[in-house]
């Protein structure tokens, strides 16, 4: 169930002035960008108070920019979390987050649906240091427990999933972990703190690619941890050798589109439940996945743990080869054919070609993922004409 947690201003009042400063040098409205590689003290004493903690001041860019904690503390006030680490994108967070936390001999579990790129990671490099990736059935928490071992040291999953939209019952999720004391993480790129807050269920850990929903324009790179500060502090440290951080100038980008973050999602929100319902209806389109529309199979959970369900949907044509799917793709002419998600203009493209084109029909079938398969993120145009579009290219 939803937990009611009471939250002094509303979530655009937070995207908009959420930690920033009354007064800005100069008067300046917007945040300065500070574009310094390195950070001057005034003398001896003020650098020694620096090293020694006493003092909330930047020294070395790597290790953080005077824009990044202004972006941090919004991001850590709209996922109501204690604090936030910025990464130099999605990615970043995560193989930050996983190299910091787990050692050689370490276990982790993830179900199953997830990105592609998280999944080759964890796969493919994670167990060249001696790290064991353990995969269950998305959303089935009686299997992920009894994949825990002593060894098992973080839960992953992502909710909703990419490109199924599955979503994780996030109470339990958090259960099991606290229950076997091992942290959890939940990827809620799909979902951002607009439609559901995992920190509130009990999550330890909250990533974010903030390249979609809150930069929302495609013009940026970025990743996000939100957590409590203890669970961050090594996080931050570790970032510090991985040299993972945001240039200022995406750092204020990535702020800008957070002032509009909330009135953007609501009309993502809208477009995406009136797209998917058309497409649900629609005589040659076979399945929609979307976890706003009945038919979903964790319609239920997300319904109960989600105030919306975002832009992004994926479903099939019927009874259609991977090149007749590609001649509908094709034949849209609002969506753009491209990767990503979450910004102001819709894309569309087929995982088939854009993710999985080297992988054998095999490797696509075990992870879900059939030749006539579209993917759409729905973004801020108006829906009457995005299912104009839609309805023209499928009935050619």
Do not use: W
Not at 166 to 194: M, R, S
Not at 271 to 282: I, P, Q, R, W
Not at 326 to 344: F, T
């Amino acid at each position: 169930m939803k937990t009611n947690s009471e939250q002094s201003i509303g979530i655009s009042t937070r995207s908009v002035h959420g930690d920033e400063r009354h007064q800005n040098s100069e008067g300046a409205l917007a945040s300065p960008i500070y574009g310094a590689s390195t950070f001057a003290f005034d003398c001896t004493d003020d650098l020694i108070e620096f090293v020694e903690g006493r003092s909330d001041r930047v020294e070395y860019a790597r290790y953080g920019n005077p824009n990044e904690r202004v972006v941090e503390a919004k991001l850590a006030a709209l996922d109501g979390a204690e604090d936030a680490i910025l990464y130099s994108s999605g990615m970043a967070a995560v193989v930050g987050v996983l190299l910091s936390q787990l050692s050689s001999g370490d276990e982790v579990i993830f179900f199953d649906e997830c990105y592609h790129r998280s999944r080759e990671f964890c796969i493919d490099h994670l167990s060249r240091y001696g790290i064991v990736t353990r995969e269950v059935r998305t959303g089935d928490i009686a299997a992920m427990e009894a994949a825990i071992n002593p060894k098992t040291k973080m839960l992953v999953s992502e909710s909703p999933t990419n490109p199924h939209l599955t979503c994780v019952d996030l109470e339990k999720f958090a259960a099991v972990g606290k229950a076997h004391g091992i942290e959890t993480l939940i990827d809620a790129t799909l979902a951002t703190p607009y439609n559901v807050k995992p920190i509130e269920y009990g999550v330890d850990y909250v990533l974010h690619s903030a390249t979609k929903y809150f930069g929302g324009h495609n013009d940026l790179l970025a990743g996000a941890i939100c957590g409590s500060g203890e669970r961050l502090k090594p996080l931050r440290e570790f970032r510090g050798y991985l040299g993972s951080v945001c240039s200022p100038h995406s750092l204020y980008l990535l702020e800008r589109g957070l002032k509009t973050f909330a009135l953007r999602m609501a009309r993502h929100n809208e477009n995406g439940m009136a797209v998917a319902a058309f497409l649900d209806n629609h005589p040659r389109v076979g399945r929609v996945y979307y976890p706003g529309i009945p038919s979903h199979p964790t319609h239920a959970v997300a319904s109960d743990q989600m105030n919306g369900f975002g832009g992004l949907m994926t479903f099939t044509i019927k009874d259609a080869s991977g090149k007749e799917t590609s001649q509908v793709v094709d034949a849209v002419k609002i969506p753009r054919i491209a990767a990503s998600l979450g910004g102001v203009e819709s894309l569309i493209e087929q995982p088939l070609v854009m993710s999985y084109l080297h992988y054998t029909p095999e490797q696509r079938q075990a992870v879900g993922i059939d030749d006539n398969m579209i993917r759409l993120s729905c973004g801020i145009e108006d829906s009457a004409d995005l299912i104009a579009d839609l309805d023209q290219a499928l009935n050619r």
